[in-house]
């Protein structure tokens, strides 16, 4: 087995900078660039050629200019179709995959359920599920090189190393390279939160932001932070986690070992536990619970009013600690949105502290599909000096 470094696309700051905005914001002129980059209009000049020469960058035709404005414009923009990228993510008892262009477009998508979570056999799911992806297309086999994998859990990024999940069982897992060999392609590997995020906050809502928030729920409530915009870690590995903030010291325990955690209260579990030992129906499933919330079940409803005035509280605490400009929150339970959504909304706008609450929230369903793409976009940013893992294995 040979095994390189994977090189990074773009290596000049010059050339990181223009990239990256394009890649954001779509075509913008060269003046503009200059203006948003702060570099000469010489210097954007010379940082796109060897990027139009690669064929990432191509010239728009001349914008119409009115007359005596100088010569016409040719915007820059970026060939969305130059490169193509994997995004994976590893869940439970499944693995979703998706082919994303290089402006994180999702192109093709595919899943397979996971019998057996051990390493191996998602290493081996895993190359199943990439042939199958790359075989949708034959520009997608051509133009793939990068594999972005999101996955619960304790993940070092730089090394490829997945420490710890508590969802799969798993310690200290060499996940990248076990995904190199599985599959040819450079692997990234990155909390499936964080790689959440970096889809929002280069794609998504959070485009231009240098602080953003965002919240996912379900199953468990995780958190993302992006501040100076660089999404945070933490010293210790562990930052924003607003699932596990305190918000009734008397509520339930939570599998953290606290009290009246975020997450205690509102995980599609918690609130399925509180509904269950109200009605006394001990085998209620989670649909169930909100089909008889939504009918007007007092109790039922209290449960899922209470999960949402938690969720709220909490988002409050850290919209007042780290003042983001905007807030997605994402959820699995999208089923259930109807029920708590409101809920959320009015205990955050009750406690958010001054100009800090002018943050927006804004809610929407989390489908698997965007958490593939948050993989494929953590493979994106591998074209990146900054963002290529120093230690990524990669082949090509
Ligand atoms: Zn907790």
Redesign the pocket.
């Known amino acids: 087995m040979f095994r390189h470094h994977s090189r990074p696309l773009v290596s000049a700051p010059a050339e990181t900078a223009v990239l990256a905005l394009l890649l954001a914001e779509g075509p913008l002129s060269r003046v503009e660039l200059a203006r948003r980059t702060g570099l000469s209009s010489t210097a954007v000049t010379k940082a796109a050629r060897p990027l139009i020469d690669d064929g990432y960058l191509y010239e728009l035709p001349p914008e119409r200019t009115a007359p005596g404005a100088g010569r016409p414009v040719n915007p820059l923009a970026v060939d969305p179709d130059r490169e193509y990228f994997i995004g994976l993510k590893i869940s439970g008892d499944q693995v979703f995959g998706a082919v994303c262009d290089l402006r994180a477009g999702i192109r093709a998508t595919a899943g397979r359920p996971l019998d057996g979570c051990t390493p191996g056999a998602v290493a081996e799911l895993t190359a199943e599920l990439v042939d199958e992806l790359l075989d949708t297309e034959p520009a997608f086999r051509d133009r793939t090189r990068h594999l972005g994998v999101a996955v619960n859990g304790d993940v070092d990024r730089e090394s490829g190393r997945l420490r710890h999940s508590g969802l799969l069982g798993w310690r200290e897992v060499p996940l990248a390279e076990l995904l190199t060999e599985a599959t040819g392609l450079a692997v990234t590997v990155e909390n499936d939160v964080r790689a959440l995020a970096v889809a929002e906050h280069w794609f998504g809502e959070g485009i231009g932001t240098e602080y953003f928030a965002l919240v996912t729920i379900g199953a468990g409530i995780g958190s993302a932070l992006v501040v100076n915009g660089q999404l945070i870690r933490g010293a210790y590995g562990v930052a924003g986690e607003v699932?596990?903030l305190c918000v009734d010291p008397t509520g339930p325990r939570?599998?953290?070992g606290?009290r009246g955690?975020v997450?205690?209260i509102a995980s599609t579990d918690a609130i399925l536990a509180a509904v269950r030992q109200a009605t006394a129906e001990p085998h209620l499933t989670f649909c169930e619970a909100a089909d008889i919330a939504r009918e007007g079940h007092p109790a039922a409803r209290e449960a899922f009013a209470r999960a949402g005035h938690a969720i709220g509280v909490g988002i409050s605490a850290l919209v007042s600690l780290v003042g983001p400009e905007r807030v997605v929150v994402s959820g699995e339970g999208a089923d259930a949105y109807d029920l708590f959504s409101r809920h959320i909304q009015e205990a955050y706008a009750e406690h958010a502290f001054g100009a800090a609450s002018r943050c927006p929230l804004s809610l929407r369903p989390l489908p698997w599909e965007e958490w593939a793409r948050g993989g494929a976009a953590v493979a994106i940013q591998a074209l990146f000096p900054q963002y290529a893992a120093t230690t990524t294995i990669g082949v090509g």
């Open positions: 699932g596990h939570c599998r953290c606290g955690c997450e205690a």
